[in-house]
């Protein structure tokens, strides 16, 4: 069994990604057991003493200045948590909330929040026996940090609420017991130490992160496909055109079109066809570009946050302080998402617009919706529908959840992030533009297909072409295309088109 470290400083997207898809197992170094024990020495006393530090001898939000004495401080941890759990709407997916409890896991590893490590290890032990607690998809405002949410998560900690276990929704209680987990009873500082944070919004953000980048590349795959079945111009990839450009993404996406079209007999120069293509396929490198480079600036702020101490109040044991702040605010990750929205959506306008010049025979020489005998048959006439209607959808989809904000706490907390709106968003737009390039995908190699020209195509996408046609055969006539469409949609999920061009043609960007 594959195992992850965490220290709370060096953890990757990559490994939230194995945790949370492939089942990694999650263990903790000593390191940060003795951050997080040295941090829970400082809240013993300060309980012990009686101060009065917010969240350690306080009530929360609009009640922090409301004394809690340490007789009362276990009823306040429970109170704390089932108050908080008020989210509503569909259970976040399995692996989303695994990526949850390990981003948990490692933000309390860097060892100023104030929880004891016994605490911690529930945590731990819930990822690696899959308790998967049942979070709610909607009611966080992302400041202070994820707590509807996150409460639900706790809850099963507890022993409360509901929880998958073996992919079986049952009461938390009864999955922690055939786990063999103990439920915990939070003390001091814990329960908002647990759900004062951005991992909700950041786990769904690092998810789409990892899929954004392969998407983008199977972007290129894809294009590569529709350049050369429309007989593309190849002198627009020409890497001097794209250097003086001086745009990274941009001078990555000629160099990836270069190497997947290198060996076509498909593809034209300019005066043969055409003098000049029309920008969707002219375009590609500028387009598709410009969204790498969004990626690329998303994943950078997304590593830094899944690395954070995002709870509020922070312990700083070698200075014997607690400090009020408010790096539980989602700002950084709301901006973020909705960049990667935008970003992302740009994939599907393109991909959509080269779906019409494959199926509309006023842009082509190709007949019209693909198919041999029209009327009859309709062809690919309904593919370009639902593209168009997916590609409408992100639009609406598209518009920034950041730039709203409403108070609550009795406006205590007066600004707010909106961040996992806005990273739920994001995560629909990708569901979206996958399979507006799924339904490309499907229609490009059609295109090849009537034209007998399978054989013409450059050696990197003709392994494409083969990997893709033993799961998705040709349409000699009408049948039913929605499976043909979820089938195209798993091939760019699994990233398999993307593995097949780098092992013809080396690395894809």
């Known amino acids: 069994m594959k195992k992850i470290i965490v220290d709370g400083g060096r953890l990757k997207i990559e490994d939230v990604v194995n945790v949370a898809r492939f089942m990694y197992e999650v263990g903790i170094s000593q390191d940060a057991l003795d951050k997080i024990s040295q941090a829970r020495q400082v809240v013993d006393r300060y309980v012990e003493e009686e101060r009065v530090v917010y969240g350690l001898t306080t009530g929360f939000g609009k009640f922090c200045d409301v004394f809690i004495s340490k007789e009362q401080s276990i009823q306040l941890q429970k109170n704390l948590i089932m108050s908080h759990s008020c989210g509503v709407g569909n259970p976040l997916d399995q692996e989303i909330v695994r990526a949850i409890m390990l981003l948990r896991v490692n933000a309390l590893s860097v060892g100023h929040s104030g929880i004891r490590a016994s605490t911690v290890q529930t945590l731990i032990d819930m990822i690696n026996k899959n ?211 935008i970003a992302l959506s740009e994939f599907a306008n393109v991909s959509e617009r080269r779906i019409e010049r494959l199926v509309n025979p006023q842009l082509s020489q190709l007949p019209a919706f693909l198919t041999k005998n029209g009327g009859l048959n309709s062809g690919f006439m309904i593919t370009q529908y639902a593209a168009a209607a997916l590609v409408s959808e992100n639009k609406v989809l598209a518009h920034p959840a950041s730039v709203d904000s409403i108070p609550s706490s009795a406006n205590q907390e007066d600004h707010v992030s909106m961040g996992t709106i806005a990273a739920r968003k994001a995560r629909e737009i990708l569901f979206n533009v996958t399979n507006v390039l799924a339904i490309e995908l499907m229609a490009s190699l059609q295109a090849l297909d009537i034209q007998e020209a399978a054989d013409k195509l450059s050696p990197v996408t003709r392994e494409v072409y083969d990997t893709c046609r033993e799961q998705i055969k040709a349409v000699d006539k009408d049948r039913v295309m929605y499976t043909d469409i979820n089938s195209a949609y798993r091939i760019l999920k699994n990233g398999s088109i993307v593995d097949k061009s780098v092992k013809a043609s080396g690395e894809i960007y």
């Open 131 to 341: 308790v998967v607690p049942v979070i709610p998809e909607k009611g966080s405002l992302g400041s202070s940090g994820d707590l509807a949410p996150l409460s639900h998560m706790v809850l099963t900690m507890m022993g409360m609420g509901e929880a998958f276990y073996e992919n079986q929704r049952m009461d938390s209680e009864k999955a922690m017991k055939l786990a063999g987990i103990k439920p915990v009873e939070l003390t001091s500082k814990e329960g908002l130490a647990l759900i004062n944070g951005t991992q909700v919004m950041t786990a769904i953000a690092s998810l789409a992160v990892y899929d954004a980048e392969n998407l983008s590349k199977s972007a290129d795959v894809v294009s590569s496909l529709t350049i050369q079945a429309l007989k593309g111009i190849v002198e627009a990839f020409d890497p001097k055109v794209h250097d003086i450009r001086n745009q990274q993404g941009q001078i990555k996406c000629a160099a990836n079109l270069r190497k997947l079209l290198q060996g076509s007999k498909l593809t034209t120069h300019q005066g043969e066809e055409r003098v000049q293509d029309p920008y969707t396929l002219r375009c590609i490198p500028q387009i598709h570009g410009a969204s790498k480079d969004a990626v690329e600036y998303v994943k950078m702020i997304v590593e830094r946050e899944i690395n954070a101490v995002t709870d509020n109040p922070l312990i700083f044991a070698r200075e014997d302080q607690v400090i009020s702040g408010g790096n539980f605010h989602g700002q950084p990750i709301a901006l973020a998402m909705d960049f990667l929205a």
